[in-house]
């Protein structure tokens, strides 16, 4: 288009030429890439040419002509329009994924949206006419009600990374150099938060919840540091015989534990006492093993109380077959009863293995035995006597005793006594005790009878007669007894010997033969006092 200053009067419409005022607004920006002069509304160069179809846009990228239809083209290099123009400016690496240039006029006006798709690595700012929505920075309004511009800016940014340590999540904050942030508190279960730090282990720089942090030039990250939530656990014991300490061993009570972990305890019984499992108190239930106990992960503060009870033992009798006579429940220090003495053939219960007088531990006990025996034992003994006033000699008893002290019956035993020629002439009677029976009730002269003798039951002979004359070292005589296989020979005969002495019975009246108790003993022929 030609602006023609002094030509003939007149417009040149339908031509390239203008010889009036064209009306232009002032050189700015109205879209494209360089600045453009605009139409006024009424301007003549508006709809002045005729459209070609080989330009179908004006500089800008507007399409010729605006209208619509057979409406000619504008003048000039820029078609006006009653749209609004919406600019966009991008800076840096990224891109504007919406994008309108121009805007029909709207009631109420159009809002656009801009949304925005930087590089991993770059970070947004909006300006000019545009708005960045609220929670998504990657997004900018604008309203449509004139022209408006609009600018993107494509930055480097760099990662603050958050690492929670074992605490809820926090999501990474990317922004650009030099920019701050407040820093957000964090949350783990059953601790405190207590910071931020460079390090893991916390030795680098400190940040407290809400600092500002100025981020550098270079991707960070934080680490939460924490303080582990821990609990007061208090021990005692009820009921007395025992006691409850810490494990390990010294360590004071109550014991501080932290979240999750176990406490530990020993239990030291008394003397015949046990702890009772499970313990009591309202520490989480845990395990006992021996005297050690370790509670479960506690959670809070808590007690745990420990009791004892006696031992109880376990006693069993058992015969010689190893049957069970007995068997009992029995408390430490307590005695056991023992049943009746369990019988064996052929042999006699003499006791038992095991004292249980005083239980201390579970008890197997066996009966003790000894072979059953045969056992005949007899006593010879002058038991009384006196000396006649007239010389015809002394009367004389003897007293004969056989008794069963051994564990089996003893049938037709032989008892054998042979009075000497010089005792005559001698009477005798027998006597059945504890259920001894005597062969004959009484006989005269020499005894040769057979008895029958239960355990612990005996038979006893007496023996009257006149001695003349008297030895001068005694009347002696043996008696024995023969007991089929008696295991004891030692006890089965024995010898008793008259003989006067100092204190002799002497008779006083010569018509009265009563026997007086013998008092004089003799050892190898000496009298014993």
Same mark, same amino acid.
């Not at 019984?269 to 106990?293: E, K, R």
């Not at 809070?300 to 006579?325: H, K, M, P, R």
């Not at 006149?466 to 030692?490: F, I, K, M, Q, R």
């Given at each position: $288009?030609?602006?023609?200053?002094?030509?003939?009067?007149?417009?040149?419409?339908?031509?390239?030429?203008?010889?009036? =005022?064209?009306?232009?607004?002032?050189?700015?920006?109205?879209?494209?890439?360089?600045?453009?002069?605009?139409?006024?509304?009424?301007?003549?160069?508006?709809?002045?040419?005729?459209?070609?179809? *080989?330009?179908?846009?004006?500089?800008?990228?507007?399409?010729?002509?605006?209208?619509?239809?057979?409406?000619?083209?504008?003048?000039?290099?820029?078609?006006? *329009?009653?749209?609004?123009?919406?600019?966009?400016?991008?800076?840096?690496?990224?891109?504007?994924?919406?994008?309108?240039?121009?805007?029909?006029? /709207?009631?109420?006006?159009?809002?656009?949206?801009?949304?925005?798709?930087?590089?991993?690595?770059?970070?947004?700012?909006?300006?000019?006419?545009?708005?960045?929505?609220?929670?998504?920075?990657?997004?900018?309004?604008?309203?449509? =009600?004139?022209?408006?511009?609009?600018?993107?800016?494509?930055?480097?940014?760099?990662?603050?990374?958050?690492?929670?340590?074992?605490?809820?999540?926090?999501?990474?904050?990317?922004?650009?150099?030099?920019?701050?942030?407040?820093?957000?508190?964090?949350?783990?279960?059953?601790?405190?938060?207590?910071?931020?730090?460079?390090?893991?282990?916390?030795?680098?720089?400190?940040?407290?919840?809400?600092?500002?942090?100025?981020?550098?030039?270079?991707? #960070?990250?934080?680490?939460?540091?924490?303080?582990?939530?821990?609990?007061?656990?208090?021990?005692?014991?009820?009921?007395?015989?025992? $006691?409850? *300490?810490?494990?390990?061993?010294?360590?004071?009570?109550?014991?501080?534990?932290?979240?999750?972990?176990?406490?530990?305890?020993?239990? #030291?019984?008394?003397?015949?006492?046990?702890?009772?499992?499970?313990?009591?108190?309202?520490?989480?239930?845990?395990?006992?093993?021996?005297?050690?106990?370790?509670?479960?992960?506690?959670?809070?503060?808590?007690?745990?109380?420990?009791?004892?009870?006696?031992?109880?033992? $376990?006693?069993?009798?058992?015969?010689?077959?190893?049957?069970?006579?007995?068997?009992?429940?029995?408390?430490?220090?307590?005695?056991?009863?023992?049943?009746?003495?369990?019988?064996?053939?052929?042999?006699?219960?003499?006791?038992? !293995?095991?004292? +249980?007088?005083?239980?201390?531990?579970?008890?197997?006990?066996?009966?003790?035995?000894?072979?059953?025996?045969?056992? /005949?034992?007899?006593?010879?003994?002058?038991?009384?006597?006196?000396?006649?006033?007239?010389?015809?000699?002394?009367?004389?008893?003897?007293?004969?005793?056989?008794?069963?002290?051994?564990?089996?019956?003893?049938?037709? /035993?032989?008892?054998?006594?042979?009075?000497?020629?010089? +005792?005559?002439?001698?009477?005798?009677?027998?006597?059945?005790?504890?259920?001894?029976?005597?062969?004959?009730?009484?006989?005269?002269?020499?005894? =040769?009878?057979?008895? !029958?003798?239960?355990?612990?039951? *005996?038979?006893?002979?007496?023996?009257?007669?006149?001695?003349?004359?008297?030895?001068?070292?005694?009347?002696?005589?043996?008696?024995?007894?023969?007991?089929?296989?008696?295991? !004891?020979?030692?006890?089965?005969?024995?010898?008793?010997?008259?003989?006067?002495?100092?204190?002799?019975?002497?008779?006083?009246?010569?018509? =009265?033969? #009563?026997?007086?108790?013998?008092?004089?003993?003799?050892?190898? $022929?000496?009298?014993?006092?």
């Amino acid at each position: $288009s030609i602006i023609v200053p002094g030509t003939p009067p007149g417009n040149h419409v339908g031509t390239n030429t203008l010889d009036v =005022d064209p009306e232009l607004g002032p050189l700015q920006d109205h879209g494209g890439h360089t600045p453009t002069l605009l139409p006024s509304a009424g301007s003549p160069a508006i709809d002045a040419v005729a459209c070609t179809s *080989s330009i179908s846009t004006d500089q800008r990228g507007m399409p010729r002509p605006q209208g619509g239809g057979t409406t000619p083209c504008d003048m000039g290099a820029v078609e006006a *329009s009653d749209a609004y123009l919406l600019h966009l400016q991008v800076t840096g690496r990224g891109l504007i994924g919406v994008c309108a240039a121009n805007y029909l006029p /709207a009631t109420p006006p159009q809002s656009v949206t801009l949304v925005a798709r930087p590089d991993p690595t770059q970070v947004l700012t909006w300006s000019g006419d545009c708005t960045a929505e609220a929670g998504n920075p990657l997004q900018a309004s604008v309203i449509m =009600d004139a022209s408006k511009h609009c600018q993107a800016v494509f930055e480097q940014g760099y990662t603050l990374d958050f690492d929670t340590q074992g605490g809820d999540p926090i999501a990474p904050i990317l922004q650009r150099h030099d920019t701050t942030v407040a820093l957000p508190a964090a949350t783990r279960a059953h601790h405190t938060f207590i910071g931020w730090n460079t390090a893991a282990d916390g030795s680098g720089t400190d940040y407290a919840e809400g600092d500002v942090f100025t981020f550098p030039a270079a991707d #960070t990250t934080l680490y939460a540091q924490w303080q582990i939530h821990t609990y007061s656990v208090t021990a005692s014991a009820s009921g007395g015989h025992g $006691s409850i *300490s810490a494990d390990p061993p010294g360590t004071p009570l109550p014991l501080t534990i932290d979240h999750g972990d176990s406490a530990g305890f020993i239990l #030291t019984p008394a003397t015949g006492y046990h702890a009772v499992a499970p313990l009591g108190g309202d520490c989480p239930a845990g395990t006992l093993a021996g005297n050690s106990y370790l509670t479960g992960p506690i959670t809070g503060d808590c007690q745990v109380i420990a009791s004892f009870a006696i031992n109880q033992y $376990s006693v069993a009798f058992l015969d010689w077959q190893d049957e069970t006579l007995s068997l009992q429940t029995i408390a430490h220090g307590s005695p056991a009863m023992a049943p009746p003495d369990p019988p064996r053939p052929g042999h006699v219960f003499i006791g038992w !293995d095991t004292a +249980f007088d005083a239980v201390l531990s579970d008890l197997l006990i066996r009966p003790l035995y000894r072979p059953a025996i045969v056992d /005949a034992a007899l006593r010879k003994t002058v038991s009384h006597s006196l000396v006649l006033l007239d010389g015809s000699g002394d009367l004389v008893r003897f007293e004969v005793g056989v008794e069963n002290i051994g564990d089996l019956p003893i049938i037709n /035993a032989n008892v054998l006594d042979l009075l000497p020629g010089t +005792f005559a002439p001698s009477l005798w009677s027998c006597e059945g005790m504890d259920g001894g029976v005597c062969g004959t009730a009484s006989g005269a002269g020499d005894v =040769d009878e057979r008895v !029958d003798l239960p355990v612990g039951a *005996s038979v006893r002979y007496v023996i009257d007669g006149l001695a003349s004359p008297v030895p001068e070292h005694g009347l002696v005589n043996t008696a024995v007894v023969d007991a089929y296989a008696d295991a !004891d020979s030692a006890n089965n005969a024995d010898t008793a010997r008259y003989q006067r002495c100092g204190r002799g019975n002497l008779q006083t009246d010569a018509g =009265d033969e #009563t026997l007086l108790p013998h008092q004089c003993i003799f050892h190898d $022929s000496y009298e014993t006092p």
